[in-house]
């Protein structure tokens, strides 16, 4: 069987939905969920589903780890089978230290493996590795798509809307958003990220106007350009997030809008209840 010229391959944090990782043959490397003693593979050994059953009724908190170095050179040469390079887009270098595995095991295999810093999560990331794979089966190198992909940072956004912020301040991955954290209470924080790591956008008093808010400034952000994806996100909130689908297809027609629940992983950090919505364009 020959082999493809590049395979793009990403992780687990990229939130892609299942059923766009199955059509187009995706290789996808799980962070691990850690908790109550299990090491937990995100999406593999436990499901969104059943993460945030599990998360409501405990009394303990997860917490997360990259993939080690040894998981990675596995996983680069399973990928190698039926490539001849690997491009690998993963979640932004300063909220995990992926990449850095990553970086180690690249030198550890045979086939050669492009990496860079994202500096993106979530949809924004999920956008530039479908992007990325369709150049990829279209014939570009490895050096083209990391071409695209060192522009994505700038063409895209990620806003987050999370019920709490609890998780995100036991994880150390808040930055300006910490400011809210004396007041949970009586604010909605927006959040994005912003230069790789989770910032705040806006301060709004309930979740409705939060999300409002979310919807404004996607639109106002694709006001003259050409959206490629948009796309929502969510933790255990299916009905909100189907709602906000419909609003966005209305809006954008022809655009695709991605529908994902947040892996288990990134939900460590959100919560249950989180909302998200992301975008790019060219």
């Not at 995706?26 to 059943?50: F, H, Y």
């Not at 906000?244 to 939900?267: D, K, W, Y």
């Amino acid at each position: 069987m020959s082999k493809k010229k590049v395979v793009v391959v990403t992780d687990t944090t990229a939130c892609i939905p299942e059923e766009l990782v199955a059509q187009y043959g995706i290789p996808v490397i799980p962070l691990n969920v850690l908790w109550d003693g299990e090491a937990l593979k995100d999406g593999v050994d436990i499901t969104p589903n059943q993460f945030y059953a599990r998360l409501a009724k405990s009394s303990t908190t997860p917490t997360t780890s990259q993939p080690s170095v040894g998981e990675f050179v596995e996983f680069f040469e399973k990928v190698g089978e039926t490539a001849e390079e690997i491009v690998g887009l993963f979640l932004s270098d300063a909220l995990s230290g992926t990449l850095d595995s990553a970086r180690q095991a690249k030198e550890m295999v045979d086939i050669p493996v492009h990496l860079m810093d994202t500096k993106m999560i979530a949809t924004a990331l999920a956008i530039a590795v479908l992007e990325a794979h369709k150049m990829a089966e279209e014939g570009a190198t490895g050096e083209e798509i990391l071409a695209m992909a060192s522009k994505a940072e700038a063409q895209s956004k990620v806003m987050l809307i999370a019920d709490t912020l609890e998780f995100l301040h036991r994880g150390g991955r808040i930055g300006g958003g910490r400011r809210f954290v004396g007041s949970l209470l009586s604010v909605k924080p927006v959040l994005h990220v912003k230069d790789g790591k989770v910032d705040s956008l806006a301060s709004v008093r309930t979740k409705k106007k939060a999300v409002r808010r979310m919807f404004d400034e996607l639109v106002s952000g694709l006001e003259g350009k050409t959206p490629i994806r948009i796309g929502v996100l969510h933790s255990n909130a299916q009905a909100d997030a189907d709602k906000l689908q419909e609003e966005l297809q209305a809006r954008f027609p022809g655009v695709p809008v991605m529908n994902s629940p947040i892996t288990p992983v990134v939900g460590t950090h959100l919560g249950p209840g989180a909302l998200g919505l992301g975008y790019a364009y060219r």
